[in-house]
């Protein structure tokens, strides 16, 4: 190897941080032999650099799991607009904790995607048409979703309850949701009474709304 090689090599490598420097530098020493010099590759580097970025978001995706998902005491705050489409209850209108204070709240996270949340549909439907006129608010958040496919899913299975798009995963993020479909119940305190992870059974959704009326 050229003096000029050496040097360039030298060059490249006093530009990588120590640490770097250290993994791209494997020297064997064999005694009585010259010194021989290992550089990884530079797409070697580049995976090494992607590998730790991913480990970085799965870590940070570990620590908002490890909040956990409020179960119980106060909800968290929201502040959602409704979509206006045809047919849907209180549309365009701009939804909050501390608006809808004294009523109970349903909160219903899921995406048309999502087969679970296309199985429960017709069960919210019924409930929401059964509670509405007494002081219940049932609001199905939409979410990893786009506006046109989350309106075929409204309008196939003719939900007529307020929908709003979780605009920027806010909702998602302050309900710390590990999936969906998931769906909380509000008392008109703003306590939490039940979070039901996956869909819930007809019976205990009934009840729930029922204990947060009563609460």
Known sequence: MSDQSLQS?????????????E??????????????????????ISLILIAIGILGIIAYALYLRSRGTPN?????AFNVTTWDF???????????LDSLKGKTIVIN????????????APMLERTWNEYKDRGVVFIGVNTDDTD?????????YGLTYP?????GERMEDAYRITGIPETFVIDGDGQIIEHFISSPKEGEFRDAIDRALKG
């Open 86 to 96: 045809e047919g849907l209850a209180m549309p365009g209108e701009r939804l909050s």
């Open 72 to 76: 119980q005491g106060p909800a968290p």
């Open 23 to 44: 993994m791209t530098d494997q020297t064997a020493r064999v005694p009585g032999e010259t010194r021989v010099e290992q550089k990884v590759s530079p797409v070697m």
């Open 148 to 156: 046109a496919s989350a309106r075929a899913y409204i309008e196939k």
């Open 9 to 21: 090599g030298a060059a490249e490598q006093s530009d990588l941080p120590e640490w770097l420097r």
């Open 109 to 120: 996270f899921w995406a048309s995607w999502c087969i679970p949340c296309q199985q429960e």
């Open 163 to 167: 929908h709003a798009p979780d605009g």
